[in-house]
């Protein structure tokens, strides 16, 4: 399968560079699939799964927005965090997830309090579901 | 000896072999925090430069003008955001005051907002009453990737309400363990570049293209004021290890010079002593 270069970067380092034959990213407007000889195009990441078929492998990784790029063939993907799926510390999600809940039961929250407490509950349910995709293969 | 008593030599010995002492141990702990920080500003290099070079091609292959900012919405006179990053400590030899000189110096004349980011570097711009974006940030030391990214939508929103129409960011870089630059860069708004003609190839973008730009430069900012904080406290380290370095070598040497002078005044002594008894006897 024709293959593009991919470059996946956080700000804690570089997680993947190197060839894919696909990748399938969740935007703001919803998932967005590149392959070889895709045309330019931007896009801002939303929180979701990312999927990256590599060597006829696929690899799953929890997604936290961002920008995906691609301009001439080169795919950038620049997440603010972006974890694999092996590497998720599914405790800290529960934990994580249970916080947000407990803290969204309360009624007097102010919009920014519960901006946050929500996309803590969204960040914690991704990573969750990235984690047990992983356990179900 | 003229002057000075053996005694006093050796009290100034004495205190000097404690600052040593002291200066040692600061080399030691900035030694071990530069590792630290050097794994970090390596690791976040590449993120950097993806993103630098992803915004740029977006800029570059861009066609449409109108673009929330390409430029800035502000009418009248210049007035320009800096963002300065400096330490919360001294003893880290010219780190502070060379970015800190080297911002002062830009907005000198100019109509400018600061944003000081580290302890240093609000002290610095309070005393000289220039005016601050925002004080909340007195601790270079623990902002983390998540108030970058506050603090890039912050601006991105005063940029946006037209409160200024320039966003800079005053940083040092981390050359080498042995060299720091101070650095300023322009952030906002972003540069057409004028090859727009030839290399130009469409860009589509999902959803819309402001709307694109509008969740993008937030995260850019953002992005970009992390690596530069990464890059700062590097240089920090580094610059306040040399620093302690040279204070312990300064202090072993004026250790040995005092050390001569004390046996110098004890011989002195001495021979005096048996000058005073021969003549006596």
Not at chain 1, 9 to 32: C, K, N, W, Y
Not at chain 2, 90 to 96: D, H, I, W
Not at chain 2, 120 to 131: E, G, S, V
Request: net charge neutral.
């Amino acid at each position: 399968m024709t293959t593009f270069p991919l470059k996946i970067v956080t700000p804690d380092g570089l997680q993947f560079d190197g060839q894919a034959e696909e990748l399938i990213v969740r935007t703001t407007s919803g998932d967005i699939g590149v392959m070889a000889g895709h045309i330019n195009c931007v896009a801002p990441l939303g929180m979701g799964r990312a999927t990256i078929v590599t060597e006829g492998k696929k690899l799953y990784a929890a997604c936290i927005g961002g920008i995906l790029s691609v301009v001439n063939g080169e795919v950038k993907l620049v997440p603010t965090t972006f974890e694999w799926a092996d590497q998720i510390d599914k405790d800290r999600a529960d934990r994580s997830e249970q916080k947000a809940k407990n803290a969204l039961a309360d009624k007097n929250l102010s919009r920014m309090e519960l901006e946050m407490a929500e996309a803590k509950l969204k960040r914690a349910l991704v990573r969750k579901s990235v984690a047990d995709m992983m356990l179900n293969r | 000896m003229a002057g000075v008593s053996a005694k006093e030599i050796k009290n100034r010995i004495r205190s000097m072999e404690s600052t040593k002492q002291i200066t040692k141990a600061m080399e030691m702990v900035a030694a071990s925090k530069l590792r630290r920080a050097q794994m970090q500003v390596t690791a976040s290099r590449p993120y950097f430069e993806i993103l630098y070079s992803a915004i740029q091609d977006i800029v570059r292959n861009n066609t449409e003008n109108e673009l929330p900012y390409l430029h800035s919405v502000r009418k009248g006179e210049r007035r320009i955001a800096y963002i300065v990053i400096a330490g919360d400590r001294g003893l880290a030899g010219g780190y502070n005051s060379n970015i800190l000189k080297k911002c002062y110096e830009e907005m000198k004349g100019t109509d400018a907002v600061v944003l000081p980011v580290g302890k240093k570097a609000l002290d610095y711009f309070r005393a000289r009453k220039a005016a601050l974006f925002s004080e909340s940030y007195p601790e270079a030391e623990d902002v983390s990737v998540g108030d970058c990214f506050s603090v890039a939508k912050a601006l991105c929103k005063a940029f946006r309400a037209g409160e200024f129409d320039e966003i800079r960011i005053g940083y040092t870089r981390f050359v080498s363990v042995l060299s720091q630059v101070p650095e300023t860069m322009k952030l906002l708004p972003l540069d057409v570049v004028a090859d727009n003609e030839e290399g130009a190839a469409d860009i589509m973008y999902e959803p819309e293209s402001s709307e694109v730009f509008e969740k993008i430069i937030p995260e850019y900012l953002g992005g970009i004021l992390y690596g530069a904080l990464c890059e700062c406290r590097a240089a920090e380290q580094a610059a306040r290890r040399t620093a302690m370095d040279s204070a312990t070598k300064n202090a072993d040497e004026m250790i040995a010079d005092l050390s001569l002078k004390f046996n110098q005044a004890r011989q002195a002594a001495i021979t005096q002593e048996i000058t005073e008894i021969v003549a006596g006897s």
